[in-house]
C-alpha cells in the first residue's frame, strides 16, 4: 500500500520559535501514531521549515512580486489584479489540487493564524478558505487542533473562517476563549473540544536537565518582544509604546542587578525580536546597567532547542511571548507573564497562576518588581504545582491525538 499524505498548514519558516515547537509537536505526535505517513508541510518560507524540520514543504500562497502603490499607479495596481493576480490564483488553485490529490489529512496546527488582524481578508483567513475549499473537493479530512481564535474584524473575513472550519473533520481550540470567541460571531461549535497548547505535546527528549546552581542568587530569564502597544487593525505600530516599554524593561533590569541577579535576556521570534533585544542591550550600556562580567547575559539564539537551553540556565521567568513562557512551564521554571493578548490570560487562568499575569500595556517597574518579589517568595512551593499541571496537559494532549486519529479513521 502506497503511504498516506498528511499535509500541514500554517505560518511556519517565518522564524518565530513558538509556532516551530508547535509544529515539531504535532509533526513528532503524528508520526508516533502514523510512523509510515508521508509529511508535507504547506508553509511561509518553505526552506527553513525544510532545514528545521527535515520535512518537504512548499509555499501556501502563489509568490509574486509586490504590488505598487500610489494614486498615479492606481489603474496600473488594478490592472495587474485583473490580468495577472486573478489568473495567477486560478493557476494556484489548480496546482493546489493537483497538490491535494491522494492526500488523507490536511491538518492546521495552533498558532494565531485563526484571525485577520495583521492580514485584512486576503491574508491568512482566504488561504485558510482556500486550503481548506481544495482539501474538501480532494475528500481529505480536514483537521483544526488546538487553534488559537481571533481578532477578526472584517466580515469577509469571518464568513471565510467559519465557512472554512465547518469544513472540517475535527476541530479543537487551545483555550475556552477561543471556543467562545467563534460562538460570538455565529459559529456552532457543538461537538468541539478545548485542549492544552500542543507545545506542551512535544518529546521530553527536547528538554535540557537545569544546570547544577552556581550562585547566591537565582537567574532570571527575561524575555523581550516587538511591542507597539495594543494590536492595531491596520497594523500601524506605536513607537512611544515601544520607547516605553524598552524603558520599563531597563529599569527593571537595573533593579535585579542592583539586588545582585543574574539576568539572561530572551526572545522568541528570530525576525522580530532580534533588534529589540539589539536595542534593548544599546540602552543597558547607555545607562551604564549591569557592567559586571557575566551579570547579563544576552546571546543570539535561532532555534528551539537553542532557546531551550538558555530557559534552562534560569530559574525565574519573566516573558511577554507565549511560547516562552510554555517552554519555562515545561522546565518547571516560575514564571510572570506580561500579557498583550488574552492567549496569554487563558494560558495563566488555565494553570490556576492568574496572580503572575500582568498587562503588558502601561506596565510599570513598581508593579514589575512587587510581582517578582511574590513569585520569588513563592518559587518553591509554585514548581512541585506546575510540575503536576505540565504532566496533566501532557497527558490531555495524548487523549486529543487519540481523539483526532480515531475520528479520522486512521
Same mark, same amino acid.
Given at each position: 500500500?502506497?503511504?498516506?499524505?498528511?499535509?500541514?498548514?500554517?505560518?511556519?519558516?517565518?522564524?518565530?520559535?513558538?509556532?516551530?515547537?508547535?509544529?515539531?509537536?504535532?509533526?513528532?505526535?503524528?508520526?508516533?501514531?502514523?510512523?509510515?505517513?508521508?509529511?508535507?508541510?504547506?508553509?511561509?518560507?518553505?526552506?527553513?521549515?525544510?532545514?528545521?524540520?527535515?520535512?518537504?514543504?512548499?509555499?501556501?500562497?502563489?509568490?509574486?512580486?509586490?504590488?505598487?502603490?500610489?494614486?498615479?499607479?492606481?489603474?496600473?495596481?488594478?490592472?495587474?489584479?485583473?490580468?495577472?493576480?486573478?489568473?495567477?490564483?486560478?493557476?494556484?488553485?489548480?496546482?493546489?489540487?493537483?497538490?491535494?490529490?491522494?492526500?488523507?489529512?490536511?491538518?492546521?496546527?495552533?498558532?494565531?493564524?485563526?484571525?485577520?488582524?495583521?492580514?485584512?481578508?486576503?491574508?491568512?483567513?482566504?488561504?485558510?478558505?482556500?486550503?481548506?475549499?481544495?482539501?474538501?473537493?480532494?475528500?481529505?479530512?480536514?483537521?483544526?487542533?488546538?487553534?488559537?481564535?481571533?481578532?477578526?474584524?472584517?466580515?469577509?473575513?469571518?464568513?471565510?473562517?467559519?465557512?472554512?472550519?465547518?469544513?472540517?473533520?475535527?476541530?479543537?481550540?487551545?483555550?475556552?476563549?477561543?471556543?467562545?470567541?467563534?460562538?460570538?460571531?455565529?459559529?456552532?461549535?457543538?461537538? %468541539?473540544?478545548?485542549?492544552?497548547?500542543?507545545?506542551?505535546?512535544?518529546?521530553?527528549?527536547?528538554?535540557?536537565?537545569?544546570?547544577?546552581?552556581?550562585?547566591?542568587?537565582?537567574?532570571?530569564?527575561?524575555?523581550?518582544?516587538?511591542?507597539?502597544?495594543?494590536?492595531?487593525?491596520?497594523?500601524?505600530?506605536?513607537?512611544?509604546?515601544?520607547?516605553?516599554?524598552?524603558?520599563?524593561?531597563?529599569?527593571?533590569?537595573?533593579?535585579?542587578?542592583?539586588?545582585?541577579?543574574?539576568?539572561?535576556?530572551?526572545?522568541? %521570534?528570530?525576525?522580530?525580536?532580534?533588534?529589540?533585544?539589539?536595542?534593548?542591550?544599546?540602552?543597558?550600556?547607555?545607562?551604564?546597567?549591569?557592567?559586571?562580567?557575566?551579570?547579563?547575559?544576552?546571546?543570539?539564539?535561532?532555534?528551539?532547542?537553542?532557546?531551550?537551553?538558555?530557559?534552562?540556565?534560569?530559574?525565574?521567568?519573566?516573558?511577554?511571548?507565549?511560547?516562552?513562557?510554555?517552554?519555562?512551564?515545561?522546565?518547571?521554571?516560575?514564571?510572570?507573564?506580561?500579557?498583550?493578548?488574552?492567549?496569554? %490570560?487563558?494560558?495563566?487562568?488555565?494553570?490556576?497562576?492568574?496572580?503572575?499575569?500582568?498587562?503588558?500595556? %502601561?506596565?510599570?517597574?513598581?508593579?514589575?518588581?512587587?510581582?517578582?518579589?511574590?513569585?520569588?517568595?513563592?518559587?518553591?512551593?509554585?514548581?512541585?504545582?506546575?510540575?503536576?499541571?505540565?504532566?496533566?496537559?501532557?497527558?490531555?494532549?495524548?487523549?486529543?491525538?487519540?481523539?483526532?486519529?480515531?475520528?479520522?479513521?486512521?
Amino acid at each position: 500500500m502506497n503511504p498516506r499524505q498528511i499535509i500541514f498548514f500554517g505560518n511556519f519558516g517565518t522564524q518565530n520559535l513558538g509556532n516551530e515547537c508547535t509544529l515539531h509537536a504535532v509533526i513528532c505526535n503524528t508520526s508516533k501514531r502514523m510512523p509510515d505517513a508521508r509529511v508535507t508541510c504547506l508553509c511561509t518560507v518553505p526552506e527553513d521549515t525544510v532545514a528545521r524540520h527535515n520535512v518537504s514543504a512548499i509555499p501556501k500562497q502563489r509568490c509574486d512580486g509586490p504590488e505598487q502603490s500610489g494614486e498615479r499607479r492606481f489603474l496600473a495596481k488594478w490592472l495587474r489584479r485583473v490580468f495577472f493576480r486573478i489568473p495567477a490564483e486560478v493557476l494556484h488553485w489548480v496546482k493546489g489540487l493537483r497538490l491535494m490529490k491522494g492526500t488523507h489529512m490536511l491538518i492546521v496546527p495552533g498558532t494565531g493564524i485563526v484571525s485577520d488582524y495583521l492580514t485584512g481578508p486576503f491574508g491568512w483567513a482566504y488561504d485558510i478558505f482556500k486550503w481548506s475549499s481544495i482539501a474538501k473537493l480532494r475528500q481529505a479530512k480536514i483537521i483544526f487542533v488546538g487553534i488559537g481564535v481571533g481578532p477578526i474584524y472584517h466580515p469577509l473575513s469571518r464568513w471565510l473562517i467559519k465557512t472554512s472550519l465547518g469544513l472540517a473533520t475535527y476541530r479543537s481550540y487551545r483555550d475556552i476563549e477561543s471556543m467562545e470567541y467563534l460562538k460570538g460571531i455565529g459559529f456552532d461549535t457543538n461537538g %468541539d473540544r478545548v485542549c492544552p497548547d500542543l507545545a506542551f505535546g512535544l518529546p521530553r527528549r527536547m528538554f535540557p536537565e537545569r544546570p547544577r546552581f552556581r550562585g547566591n542568587k537565582p537567574v532570571i530569564g527575561v524575555g523581550l518582544k516587538d511591542y507597539y502597544g495594543p494590536p492595531d487593525p491596520d497594523g500601524r505600530r506605536d513607537e512611544k509604546a515601544y520607547l516605553d516599554y524598552l524603558n520599563t524593561m531597563a529599569r527593571f533590569v537595573a533593579w535585579l542587578c542592583e539586588h545582585e541577579y543574574s539576568v539572561r535576556v530572551l526572545i522568541g %521570534d528570530v525576525l522580530y525580536d532580534s533588534s529589540v533585544r539589539s536595542d534593548f542591550i544599546n540602552l543597558l550600556k547607555s545607562r551604564g546597567i549591569g557592567q559586571a562580567e557575566g551579570q547579563i547575559c544576552a546571546e543570539p539564539v535561532t532555534t528551539v532547542e537553542g532557546l531551550l537551553c538558555q530557559l534552562a540556565e534560569t530559574d525565574i521567568v519573566i516573558a511577554g511571548r507565549f511560547h516562552n513562557l510554555v517552554l519555562a512551564l515545561m522546565l518547571n521554571k516560575p514564571v510572570l507573564a506580561l500579557s498583550s493578548h488574552q492567549k496569554l %490570560d487563558s494560558l495563566m487562568t488555565g494553570l490556576g497562576l492568574p496572580n503572575y499575569c500582568v498587562p503588558l500595556r %502601561d506596565l510599570s517597574v513598581d508593579v514589575l518588581i512587587e510581582h517578582f518579589r511574590d513569585l520569588e517568595e513563592n518559587a518553591g512551593r509554585l514548581r512541585p504545582y506546575i510540575g503536576r499541571k505540565v504532566e496533566q496537559y501532557r497527558e490531555a494532549l495524548e487523549q486529543e491525538y487519540s481523539a483526532i486519529f480515531s475520528s479520522v479513521g486512521a
